[in-house]
């Protein structure tokens, strides 16, 4: 690496595409105002992204290295993380930036979920594990929804104003996927606390040395004197409760260390700065916790926390891809090899950048066009989340009603998560093909990227997990409604005439690949009525999901186009030519070409796995576990 580049940082944000997608593609400033929004405004969006990009390509992108190459220590239930990540929390918190998050009524500043999860995509691309420690206030803004006043007061107010740690803790060595087999028991002590019992695994932030406390969410089993599952077997025997690291008095005070204690910090392939803990409760002493709400409903109040998880483990991975894509495209520009493939025969013609290869643009379009239509698919979701936001407050103008915003918000997200996290994980791998050799050592930041994003499909449900909620869950619970209405969205563009004339083929590959999804909908909605059709479903969930996702991003990216060519267009006016600066007719011939690119290259395969899926048979189950 060279000198200038080290102190340019590993972490290449894209500001010009977080502010095309915001203000000029779903306009979420038109938000702005209004309702819990009423604060912000559009100079202030622009400068709390400025502020953040710094702060992400500066302490935040500063951890990154040391926070893969010191290991986190454990000492007594205690886990000390690298020092620059507590810088970077240090920065965070000092600079109020937890607030973008939180409501009106916690101190927030009134920002609409699409801007910040824009700033959580730029520090998740400076330092994804520094951005994941800073989860508290943003659970205690979830768990506000929940909890009683008392309870309030006790817990969630210190969690923003103390900036305590959270944790959202489910798993156990034999409960992952399979949460409703959690074994851990919590039984009344009749003061109004419980003491839980038993073991949780890889449990995020589960301790760590910024804060002066931490909150732990946890499922958790409520049984009786008897030791009998007061509400029975599976997730809805679970209730949720709030296990504190130190116990916290009435009066706000902290006391004693409480029975919730990290036993182990995994040693992981990536994101090692992140520490991912074994939780053992009520081991040596009680580990006392609250009931959230005073109700037994445990799954569906994690839910809120999950979903928010999920929309930040594909905004990570969303903000991976761009930066290692253009970690490539410097690269790229910068490194010399070989002719040009048309003067490939003259021994003494000059030597080019890879940028000018055939096989190199090949790659660097892929990229490109997934970094950028995965930003889409993630505002997109985000600018549902504001609607949603404003319907809620009942300040909303929108057509589409809450309920059908809150249901198109669901059907997104396991594209978000799914998609985004596999699409991520292979694609940092062409990155890192690109840097050649160089890609594989560590003075260059994809390697690392790799394995960072790798957990991506994994927590928060894996890929198989997001394709069977998104057909038995999202699609099948409303019949396939909130689908319908997207999938005519789709339609809507594919038959009209965006693009003045000149994205005609992309449209039509679009009414194709539309044709396709709807053909494996249907195949797959007629499979549930044949005998071991539900297996021949099951063997196709994860493909749809890709599938679905593909034809979502192909229609935001021509969206998108269309955008960029109402631009170009109305430069060409003389009165107006002037106004657009080089870089932005670039970004926008840039944008035209991403969504010709995945079009004409990603689209079409959607017709092959029609055909595999449609032609799914059973003998993948009906084969013997001996012959795999
Ligand atoms: C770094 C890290 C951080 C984490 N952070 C947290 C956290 O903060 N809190 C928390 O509670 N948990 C956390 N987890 C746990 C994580 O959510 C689980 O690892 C994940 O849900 C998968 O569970 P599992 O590892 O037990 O895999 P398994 O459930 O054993 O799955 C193994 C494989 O089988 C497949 N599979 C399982 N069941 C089915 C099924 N019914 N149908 C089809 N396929 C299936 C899966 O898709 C997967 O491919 C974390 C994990 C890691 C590694």
């Given at each position: ?101 939180l409501p009106d009524h916690l101190g927030g500043y009134g920002a609409p979920p699409s801007l910040s999860w824009a700033c959580s995509a730029m520090l998740a691309g400076g330092n994804a594990a520094a951005l994941m420690y800073t989860a508290g206030p943003f659970f205690a803004t979830i768990a506000d929804r929940l ?482």
């Open positions: 690496m060279t000198s200038a580049e080290e102190q340019m940082g590993h972490y290449r944000s894209n500001l010009r595409d977080v502010e095309f997608n915001l203000f000029e593609l779903f306009a979420t400033h038109d938000h702005y105002g209004r309702g819990p929004f009423a604060p912000m405004d559009l100079g202030t969006a622009r400068q709390v992204l400025r502020e953040v990009e710094r702060l992400a390509s500066g302490e935040f992108a500063d951890a990154f290295v040391e926070g893969d190459r010191v290991p986190l220590t454990l000492s007594n239930g205690e886990v000390t993380v690298p020092a620059g990540i507590n810088r970077a929390l240090d920065a965070y918190f000092g600079g109020e930036w937890h607030r973008l998050q909890v009683t006043d008392e309870q309030r007061q006790r817990w969630v107010v210190p969690m923003v104003e103390r900036h305590w740690g959270g944790t959202m803790v489910l798993t156990e060595p034999d409960a992952g996927s399979d949460v409703g087999a959690g074994r851990t028991t919590a039984i009344d002590a009749g003061d109004g606390t419980w003491h839980l019992a038993g073991l949780k695994r890889f449990i995020t932030n589960g301790d760590f040395d910024w804060p002066e406390n931490i909150v732990h969410l946890v499922l958790a089993r409520p049984v009786g004197p008897d030791g009998l599952a007061l509400n029975g077997p599976g997730t809805k025997g679970l209730s949720l409760y709030i296990v504190p690291k130190y116990w916290v008095d009435a009066d706000g005070s902290l006391q004693g260390r409480n029975g919730a204690v990290v036993t182990k910090v995994e040693d992981k392939m990536g994101l090692k700065a992140s520490s991912t803990c074994e939780l053992t409760l009520g081991e040596h002493r009680p580990a006392r916790g609250v009931l959230v709400g005073d109700v037994h409903d445990g799954i569906r109040q994690m839910f809120r926390v999950i979903e928010y998880a999920r929309m930040l483990v594909g905004t990570k991975a969303m903000e991976t891809l761009s930066t290692g894509y253009l970690n490539a495209l410097d690269y790229a520009r910068q490194r010399v090899q070989g002719a040009d493939l048309a003067s490939a025969a003259d021994k003494t013609a000059p030597r080019v950048a890879i940028i000018r290869h055939p096989d190199v643009r090949r790659m660097l379009l892929e990229q490109k066009a997934h970094a950028e239509g995965l930003r889409a698919l993630i505002f997109f979701t985000a600018s549902i989340q504001d609607r949603i936001r404003l319907a809620e407050a009942d300040v909303g103008d929108d057509d589409t009603g809450l309920q059908e915003l809150a249901k198109l918000n669901d059907l997104l997200l396991p594209l978000v998560k799914g998609y985004a996290s596999e699409k991520s994980y292979e694609l940092l791998a062409q990155s890192l093909q690109v840097l050649g050799g160089s890609g594989y050592c560590r003075d260059y930041p994809v390697e690392q990227y790799l394995r960072d994003a790798k957990i991506d499909t994994l927590y928060e449900g894996t890929t198989g997990i997001q394709g069977m909620d998104l057909f038995f869950r999202k699609i099948g619970r409303d019949q396939g409604a909130a689908l319908a209405g997207l999938l005519a969205q789709i339609q809507d563009l594919a038959k009209g005439d965006a693009g003045n004339g000149e994205l005609a083929r992309e449209r039509a590959l679009l009414a194709d690949a539309l044709g396709e999804v709807q053909q494996m909908l249907a195949a797959m909605v007629g499979n549930l009525s044949e005998e071991g059709g539900l297996y021949r479903v099951g063997l196709n969930t994860t493909p749809f999901l890709m599938s679905l996702s593909e034809l979502v991003v192909g229609w935001l990216l021509l969206r998108s186009a269309e955008v960029a060519l109402d631009a170009l267009k109305r430069a060409q006016d003389p009165a107006d030519a002037a106004a657009l600066p080089d870089a932005d007719r670039a970004f926008y011939e840039g944008k035209v070409a991403a969504a010709r690119w995945f079009a004409a290259t990603v689209l079409p395969h959607l017709a092959a796995r029609r055909a595999v899926l449609v032609a799914t048979d059973l003998a993948a189950m009906a084969l013997d576990d001996a012959a795999f």
